[in-house]
């Protein structure tokens, strides 16, 4: 069984990131990965080194335009909530995941890019509480894959 969760990735720059993701979209059973942009894909050579086979078991595409790929999510009653600092953005806590979903993450230093924040249906944020402003983008991920997951099992 799969969670009717899709993880976008966007302009992720570094491999290893990806590779990790891969392994946490594995053991949280996502229904989709989407690479977008310049981000690295299977079958680059540093993938597999974090990846460790998940590459294999994950259902993943890669499209290198990520407005079409938000845009089709949507066509198909997915709704696609980013994962960004923003004025319009709140609590992951406090979103109440639909389902289908997709997450939305961006680049490692410039996050997601204007255009896609817009395409967006919502904006959720990790509160930061020490000095810098922002988690590894594989460390948010895994965050915010359970917290959906954790709001879909105590629906049920």
């Not at 974090?50 to 079409?68: F, H, R």
């Not at 994962?83 to 289908?100: G, V, W």
């Not at 402003?133 to 894959?145: A, K, P, R, T």
Request: a neutral charge; charged letters at 20%.
């Amino acid at each position: 069984m799969k969670f009717p969760i899709h993880i976008v990735l966007e302009n992720i720059r570094s491999a290893f990131n990806v590779g990790a993701i891969f392994r946490t979209t594995d053991a949280a059973a996502v229904e989709k990965l989407w690479l977008t942009g310049i981000t690295p894909y299977p079958p680059h050579n540093r993938i597999p080194k974090t990846a460790l086979g998940a590459t294999e078991s994950v259902k993943w595409e890669y499209n290198k335009d990520t407005i079409k790929v938000i845009e089709n999510l949507k066509n198909n009653g997915v709704i696609t909530v980013a994962a960004e600092l923003t004025d319009r953005s709140i609590s992951y806590t406090n979103y109440k995941y639909p389902k289908p979903v997709a997450l939305v993450l961006g680049n490692e230093i410039s996050g997601i890019s204007k255009e896609v924040l817009d395409e967006c249906q919502a904006v959720v944020e990790i509160p930061m509480f020490g000095h810098k402003e922002s988690l590894n983008v594989e460390v948010s991920c895994g965050i915010l894959i359970y917290e959906i997951i954790r709001q879909y099992q105590n629906a049920n």
